[in-house]
């Protein structure tokens, strides 16, 4: 495309940006079981409103809009007080939970730096099961991510295993309040006890649990305390645009007090430029998704998040234990909110995956780990609680249709991944592999079971480089 010579109508335009979206899944329906949080036609449209108000913001400079401040610390504010921070506590709005993360490790490693200069390698201990978003903080950090397995039993982490993995170098301990994939909360308060003998820093992931299970507990159920009530916990981050509801572009970073903060703040006058102080990633930002989460966090009000969760929570024990009784299936763990995997031992769940896509579900494949095999994700959230019995009727009948089809040669794979190792030449041969994959070209693919049995074979590291050629032919 080119920039047209003479602008088009905002009619043409609407109707053109309406068609591109129409090989999109079809989220409004309640289909797709993870990416939209909805709350309904009402709270998005109070969202939509306030997030137009601020659009043009710019949250860059407190001194030229104050308007933002407030609506930041307001928001803040409502968060620690709901994850039990007392006054000294503080924190930051973010783009969203990476962000959050991100901010979270730099701020370790910058402390680090000042408190303990002999680290020169500094290293940050993450179960297993943690979030994506860590790996990325390491790789453009440069501090060292030390994985720790989960126990094959629970499928959590076990926190003597975190205690073992603590050397000189660790400035970082941390753990999710759930995990995204299996939905489990780890052992906040054992690690937080082990944070504070160590006198290290401990990150709390609670980017899907921060509200829901802090309003959980509020509604008089069991939730294990993973939020500032734990002594060792030093920060939290928390998304509002999964269980907040908010609009897309909206987080939470919290600290337990100043004296953490004050190493995520940059600050730069060494140019000819303005002078700039940011305390979080992005420098230029609209105020719309800050007023965007203000404003439905007061729409909804703790008896609004209170009626969502009950109706949420609802569906998805419906759910799970509906998936419980499909012969072959099996939810994984014991998740603690709704947010949960589930794998089969009989047949290939990727498979399943594809067939649900044809009846226009979007069900999310997870890879295999060691302690966990290959398994489908669903977070249950208010848009799509709804389906609940939709959902599980189609996978009852998916499950029969994928069993009486001929299921994926993983052994002629395996053979293939070996073969191409051993090739004199192993980037054809992984090329090769990846065309045969339907991994390459700037096409999309439709069917994804045959190109995640091939990933999910794949040694990690191999693994990522297909991806990301993948992704460097596809877009422009
Ligand atoms: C979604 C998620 C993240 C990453 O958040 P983004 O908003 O997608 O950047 C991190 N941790 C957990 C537990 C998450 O669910």
Redesign the pocket.
């Given at each position: 495309m080119q920039i047209p010579q003479t602008g088009l109508s905002k009619q043409e335009i609407l109707s053109m940006l309406s068609a591109f979206k129409a090989r999109d899944m079809d989220w409004k329906s309640g289909k797709v079981w993870c990416y939209v949080y909805d709350a309904g036609e009402d709270p998005a449209d109070v969202t939509k409103e306030a997030y137009m108000s601020f659009l043009s913001e710019n949250g860059l400079d407190p001194s030229v809009f104050p308007s933002i401040l407030k609506l930041e610390t307001d928001v803040v504010r409502m968060v620690v007080n709901l994850l039990r921070g007392d006054s000294n506590a503080v924190g930051h709005l973010t783009?969203?939970?990476?962000?959050?993360?991100m901010l979270a490790v730099k701020t370790a490693r910058d402390k680090a730096r000042v408190e303990k200069p002999h680290i020169t390698q500094p290293e940050m201990i993450v179960p297993k099961n943690?979030?994506a978003?860590f790996h990325k903080a390491a790789h453009y950090l440069c501090v060292k991510p030390v994985i720790v397995d989960l126990d094959p039993k629970t499928l959590t982490v076990r926190a003597s295993d975190m205690e073992k993995a603590i050397n000189e170098n660790t400035i970082l301990l941390a753990a999710?309040a759930?995990?995204?994939s299996q939905g489990m909360i780890d052992p906040i308060a054992e690690i937080g006890a082990i944070a504070k003998k160590h006198n290290l820093l401990f990150h709390v992931?609670g980017?899907?649990?921060g509200l829901h299970l802090s309003f959980m507990r509020k509604m008089g159920c069991e939730v294990p305390d993973f939020d500032f009530s734990v002594e060792g916990v030093t920060s939290i981050?928390t998304?509002l645009?999964?269980y907040g509801y908010a609009a897309k572009g909206c987080?939470v970073i919290m600290y337990r007090d100043r004296s953490i903060r004050k190493y995520q703040i940059f600050a730069c006058t060494d140019t000819t430029g303005y002078t700039l102080v940011n305390p979080t990633a992005l420098s230029s930002k609209s105020g719309g998704p800050m007023a965007g989460a203000w404003a439905i966090m007061n729409f909804l009000g703790e008896e609004g998040y209170k009626k969502i969760i009950q109706k949420v929570q609802d569906a998805a024990k419906k759910m799970m234990d509906g998936i419980n009784t499909i012969d072959g299936l099996y939810v994984l763990g014991k998740p603690a909110m709704s947010m949960f995997s589930f794998a089969s031992d009989s047949l290939n769940v990727y498979q399943l995956a594809d067939e649900m896509g044809k009846r226009g579900w979007y069900l999310q494949g997870q890879f295999s780990t060691p302690a966990i095999p290959r398994n489908l994700h669903i977070s249950v959230s208010l848009g799509n609680a709804d389906n609940a019995d939709a959902l599980l009727k189609d996978l009852r009948e998916c499950v029969e249709i994928v069993k009486s089809k001929p299921p994926i040669d993983s052994e002629t794979i395996k053979s293939m991944i070996a073969a191409a190792l051993q090739s004199p030449d192993p980037e054809a041969a992984f090329g090769q592999l990846a065309d045969s994959a339907g991994l390459s070209g700037a096409e999309l693919p439709t069917e994804m079971a045959f190109i995640n049995e091939v990933l999910d074979n794949l040694p990690d590291a191999l693994c990522n480089v297909f991806l990301v050629n993948y992704f460097n032919d596809l877009y422009v």
């Open positions: 783009s969203g939970g990476t962000e959050s993360i943690a979030h978003a999710s759930p995990s995204y992931d980017c899907v649990g981050s998304d645009h999964k987080s």
